[in-house]
């Protein structure tokens, strides 16, 4: 087997004309111990797939795929490339549900990382060692579905969430990982505490807070750049069984934002998001089915006369102690809001349905062809103090009036507070900053429309000075990225050469090379 791997090896090295190129993926690839050789593929299924990500906007061909069996085979991989003379580039690979080729590594080794998934997630809940509460250890390449249902085994469940299941730990502790429940507990990444880390030295480091704590702010948001996440130790709450989801709708974006951010400063309330609906982004798209058809029709009616419909979107949750008294609760919490009359809805969902909720459109979607399409997407952080000229110049002067937009369109604030400025993540420099999501998707070969209406929403906020920062990022330029930084630029350089000097990791971000 190892001889076949260095026979395919050397025969694709040949192929390569340029000298620098080959020496991307060296011959000691083929050296490895019989382990690791048999764990990486050539093929050009493995190759394929491994240089396609959710976007489908961009390609990036690694020269192999390794399918590692433990995180030896990792240690081994990454210090095969520091040691080399040669070092080539590694990607860790959760889903690649990146959109713009960040889990890609051109000419380089695309690791993937569920292959290390084994049955049974979370064996099991303890008590946090450090402090209160409970938590559970989970693997990098873990997806959060699994990991949720491995926690309500033991009556538990994470705190942070992502709107969708379906992506990796690893994955979205690069970026972040947030969602509706960010106001309250913030956003994944500051819901860990303890990781296992393979550096771009290969070291296998465990780090916390407490130990080893410049590589563990450094990974939480780091967009893949340190290490490679292997374990995270993540934070769990007591798991209800329920939940009441409320949705209101607003056609006055002012009142809308006003009660959002009213909401996010009570206590009371498990998850606060909203959404936009217009023409094309129909009341009931991928996210989840809400409304009956009779509801629909009433919503339609509005969005003739409003052209662009706000969604408030609230859940509390509750189980056996509360159940009667919750929709007393609910009652009292959004006492006060300035939601158009009539136009509340109501559902009483489990509490794993909730959370899935993504899940149930995507297969739908899938059934229909319609999930494995391009989806120029742009997700921004736009600050408070700027969200109603955002509104105005973006919702209602481009989107609404180009109607090219078709898929949902998220906008819901987030405390700061509640993020840890010692980690990479970027995030604008006010208390109460918005999370926009422009999620779109388009057909097969029609998707530059959208990528020149996102180039005409980032130009309006350049003009307009509106500080906004991009979430799961792409840039260009040195430039771009340094201004995404801000002061963490340095710092973000810094560990950058501490931790992976050689530039090995996760090139497919574009922020140390242009692979
Ligand atoms: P990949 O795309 O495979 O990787 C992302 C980056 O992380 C790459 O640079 C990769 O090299 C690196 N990486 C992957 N694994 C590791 C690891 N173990 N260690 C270190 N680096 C690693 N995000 C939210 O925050 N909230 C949401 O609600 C949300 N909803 C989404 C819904 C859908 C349908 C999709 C497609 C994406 C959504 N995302 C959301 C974005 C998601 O967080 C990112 O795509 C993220 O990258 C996770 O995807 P992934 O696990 O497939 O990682």
Redesign the pocket.
């Known amino acids: 087997i190892v001889l076949f791997i260095i026979g395919r090896l050397m025969s694709f090295i040949r192929k390569l004309n340029c000298p620098w190129t080959s020496s991307l993926l060296p011959p000691e690839l083929g050296s490895l111990d019989v382990a690791i050789a048999k764990r990486a593929r050539f093929d050009g299924d493995a190759i394929e797939s491994a240089s396609r990500?959710?976007g489908k906007l961009f390609q990036a061909k690694p020269s192999a795929v390794l399918y590692p069996s433990s995180v030896n085979d990792i240690v081994s991989l990454v210090k095969l490339s520091y040691d080399s003379p040669f070092p080539f580039t590694i990607?860790?690979?959760?889903?690649?549900?990146?959109?713009r080729g960040?889990?890609?590594?051109q000419n380089g080794v695309v690791?993937e990382?569920t292959s290390l998934k084994k049955n049974g997630s979370v064996s099991r809940v303890f008590q946090n060692p450090n402090g209160l509460g409970f938590c559970a250890d989970v693997g990098?390449?873990e997806?959060w579905i699994d990991v949720l249902m491995g926690s309500l085994e033991h009556g538990f469940a994470p705190a942070s969430?992502?709107?969708?299941l379906?992506?990796?730990?690893?994955?979205?502790?690069?970026?972040?990982?947030?969602?509706g429940q960010s106001f309250l507990h913030g956003?994944?990444i500051t819901n860990v505490f303890e990781m296992d880390?393979v550096t771009g030295k290969g070291e296998f480091v465990t780090c916390s807070k407490h130990t080893n704590s410049n590589l563990f702010y450094a990974?939480l948001g780091?967009?893949?750049?340190?290490?490679?996440?292997?374990r995270a130790r993540i934070a769990l709450d007591k798991a209800p069984n329920r939940v009441k989801w409320v949705r209101m709708l607003y056609h006055d974006f002012l009142t809308f934002t006003r009660d959002q951010e009213h909401l996010i400063s009570i206590n009371g309330l498990d998850y606060v998001e909203g959404s936009l609906i217009m023409d094309k982004s129909t009341p009931n798209n991928?996210r989840s089915s809400f409304f009956s058809p009779c509801d629909q029709s009433k919503i339609a009616s509005l969005i003739t006369k409003h052209g662009i419909i706000y969604c408030l979107e609230v859940v509390k949750y509750y189980g056996d102690l509360t159940v009667n008294t919750v929709d007393e609760e609910v009652g009292r919490l959004i006492e006060g809001l300035s939601f158009l009359p009539g136009f509340i809805f109501k559902k009483d969902d489990s509490f794993v349905d909730f959370l899935n909720r993504?899940r149930s459109g995507?297969l739908k979607l899938q059934a229909k062809g319609l999930w494995d399409v391009p989806?120029p997407?742009l997700?921004l952080f736009v600050p408070k103090s700027r969200i109603m000229d955002f509104n105005e110049g973006v919702f209602v002067n481009i989107l609404h009036k180009q109607n090219i937009a078709s898929g949902p369109i998220?906008v819901y604030p987030m405390n700061r507070n509640k993020w840890d400025d010692r980690m990479s993540a970027a995030v604008p420099d006010e208390e109460i900053f918005y999370s926009v999501?422009l999620?779109l998707s388009s057909e097969e070969n029609d998707w530059k429309a959208l990528e020149n209406q996102n180039k005409e929403i980032l130009g309006f906020c350049a003009k307009a000075g509106i500080k906004v920062k991009q979430?799961?990022p792409h840039y260009r330029t040195k430039e771009d990225w340094m201004n995404h930084f801000g002061s963490k630029w340095e710092i973000f350089q810094e560990r950058k050469i501490q931790f992976d000097p050689k530039m090995i990791?996760?090139p497919?971000?574009r922020i140390f090379s242009s692979v």
């Open positions: 990500d959710f990607a860790a690979r959760g889903r690649g549900h990146s959109v960040q889990a890609m590594a690791v990382m990098g390449e997806l969430w992502t709107d969708y379906y992506l990796t730990v690893g994955g979205t502790l690069s970026n972040a990982g947030i969602s956003p994944q880390v990974v780091g967009l893949g750049q340190f290490g490679i996440i292997t991928w993504v995507e989806h997407w997700n998220l999501g999620l979430y799961l990791l996760s497919g971000q």
